[in-house]
């Protein structure tokens, strides 16, 4: 496929209803990240319920004829517990909320949050805090009883004579284990070194940290243009049938994240890069006056969506369809 052409469709129009475009190619500017952004880690807290077995696991090296450390036995304390499986579910939803809401900056986990999601993010991670109160509750109410059944029926939940009663933690214990805890921290600028370490070394940390700062840009760009790619092609995928076959399923969700897409690009787009923001505006003009039912009931539209977003897939560096 050729690369997405936005001129023709900026002098053809994207709109099926003769609306104005609700993205109207607003103006972007290249802000410091520094001012425009801030760090954030979030780090959730859980109880694996998992213990290492160290005695079946030397049983089984030697019933194996194997050497120390080449395997070892780790058992699942709680059997099939719907209460801590809903919260280890509960736990991983947020994980997924905040990497939809910020930006990679290290490996260890630190994230980029802008500035003017800060409010909106503390807000609703300040709320998720709440909410895991109200599911560790949940679980905590029916521990004890599930540990008692666990003693009753270890044979038929798989622990057999490997349960010991003193590998469980107390609730106390248990409710420390879970938490998620939040810090906000300012983006470091390459000129802001307040130790005196002298020139020679003040000059190499500075280099040293302009090379990781590009790093860490680069690294931005590449998060976005990820996803781009996972939230178009979701749509693309439930887009692709023709009339008389048998209708996909295309959900409101997919549809809305499309389009949430086109202003969150802008507002992730902290260095103002000129490839994301071409990517924003062709997505901008695709979507335009679309709707999800219009997309459902309108073969020709759809198909022709369709080929459009292809095409935008097809522009992405380092992506091919």
């Known amino acids: 496929m050729s690369v997405f052409n936005l001129n023709s469709l900026l002098n053809t129009g994207a709109n099926t209803n003769g609306a104005s475009n609700t993205h109207n190619m607003k103006p972007i500017s290249a802000p ?8 954030v880690e979030v780090v959730i807290k859980r109880w694996s319920a998992q213990k290492r077995d160290k005695d079946a696991t030397a049983r089984m090296l030697q019933q194996n004829n ?4 080449a395997a070892k036995v780790d058992k699942y304390l709680m059997g099939e517990c719907p209460e801590l499986k809903e919260l280890n579910s509960f736990l991983n939803s947020v994980r997924t909320f905040v990497y939809s809401a910020t930006l990679p900056w290290t490996d260890t986990g630190i994230r980029l949050l802008t500035t003017t999601h800060h409010a909106k ?4 991670i300040t709320a998720l805090q709440q909410e895991l109160n109200k599911h560790l509750d949940a679980f905590l109410d029916v521990y004890e009883w599930r540990l008692n059944e666990v003693e009753a029926q270890r044979a038929d939940l798989g622990l057999g004579a490997m349960f010991r009663r003193d590998d469980y933690p107390t609730p106390d214990e248990v409710r420390s284990k879970f938490a998620i805890k939040v810090t906000y921290m300012p983006v470091p600028e390459a000129g802001d070194w307040r130790v005196d370490i002298g020139t020679e070394g003040s000059n190499a940390l500075k280099e040293h940290y302009e090379n990781y700062f590009t790093s860490r840009e680069e690294l931005l760009r ?5 996803k781009f790619a996972e939230k178009v092609e979701r749509l693309i995928n439930s887009m692709d049938w023709t ?4 209708a996909k399923r295309m959900y409101n969700t997919t549809f809305d994240a499309v389009h949430e897409l086109i202003d ?4 992730f787009n ?8 071409t990517l924003r505006q062709q997505l901008a003009a695709v979507m335009d006056g679309v709707t999800l039912d219009a997309l459902k009931n309108d073969h020709a539209l759809r198909a022709e969506k369709k080929r459009q977003l292809e095409n935008t897939i097809n522009s992405l560096p380092g992506l091919h369809w």
Do not use: C
């Open 121 to 124: 993010f503390h807000e609703r």
């Open 66 to 69: 194997a050497t120390k450390g």
């Open 222 to 226: 590449q998060d976005i243009y990820k």
């Open 270 to 277: 902290l260095t103002g890069d000129a490839g994301i923001e």
């Open 243 to 246: 009339q008389g076959e048998k």
């Open 264 to 267: 969150t690009m802008q507002d």
């Open 32 to 39: 410091s990240i520094a001012s425009a952004a801030m760090l």
